[in-house]
């Protein structure tokens, strides 16, 4: 069962515009929703992170938009460029009865801006 | 800056044989994560490693194992490979004190099984 759903699958925009990926959870004890960023054929990249004391973080053209009463959390990035072109995963961390942290990841987003 | 380091980057191997696949983690990185990727999915946890000692299991089969040792590289060791074990394998590190969010994760290794 995927603890992190994660909305749409594949995303299209134009250069200039706003790229939304949404994701929801139901584990309230996740402590920390990180967004990566993956180009193919190398390794996810942390790209911005949030807490769930927070409703809002933002960093250049990305912010997070975190919703902790309906459980869900999105990544915005404004002026979408070709660049931006990748597969965005959603994360939450979590401890583990052994007393570490893991990551559990969303099915991720391919996006593509067109120029 | 130094970033994780993989190696092979790719392997190809046959069914029933053995892999090994090595990850050196970024220096003063004391944790390690092993994630597998299948093509058009999210990363699976394998397993992580904190300070040389196995700290928590994913989704590992019993075929695979795992170690850190004493440099604090690790080796993912796969054995009676299957097609299924097709994928991209990734090693993941962090730092003390950081959360493990924070993960540094290396370019991987495609491995394929014919």
């Known amino acids: 069962q995927q603890q992190v759903k994660q909305s749409p699958q594949s995303l299209i925009v134009q250069k200039g515009g706003i790229s939304i990926i949404n994701c929801a959870y139901e584990?309230?004890?996740?402590?920390?929703f990180p967004w990566y960023q993956q180009f193919p054929g190398k390794g996810p990249a942390l790209l911005i992170a949030i807490r769930p004391d927070v409703s809002e973080k933002k960093e250049g053209r990305f912010t997070i938009s975190f919703n902790k009463s309906a459980k869900q959390f999105s990544l915005h990035i404004m002026d979408s460029q070709p660049g931006d072109s990748a597969t965005y995963f959603c994360a939450a961390s979590e401890f583990t009865q052994g007393g570490s942290e893991k990551l559990v990841f969303g099915k991720g987003t391919k996006l593509t801006v067109n120029p | 800056a130094a970033g994780v380091i993989q190696s092979p980057r790719h392997l190809i191997k046959e069914k029933r044989e053995t892999a090994t696949l090595k990850c050196y983690p970024i220096?003063?990185?004391?944790?390690v994560y092993w994630y597998q990727q299948g093509p058009g999915q999210d990363p699976q946890f394998l397993i992580s490693?904190?300070?040389?000692?196995?700290?928590d299991k994913g989704s590992i089969p019993d075929r695979f194992s795992a170690q850190q040792f004493s440099d604090y590289h690790s080796e993912l060791n796969m054995s009676s490979l299957e097609l299924g074990d097709s994928a991209l394998y990734f090693c993941?590190?962090?730092?003390?004190?950081?959360?493990?969010?924070?993960?540094?994760f290396g370019p991987g290794t495609r491995l394929t099984v014919t």
């Open positions: 993941a590190s962090r730092k003390p004190g950081q959360g493990a969010y924070e993960q540094y």
């Open positions: 584990n309230t004890a996740f402590d920390y």
């Open positions: 220096p003063r990185h004391d944790t």
């Open positions: 490693f904190y300070e040389k000692m196995q700290s």
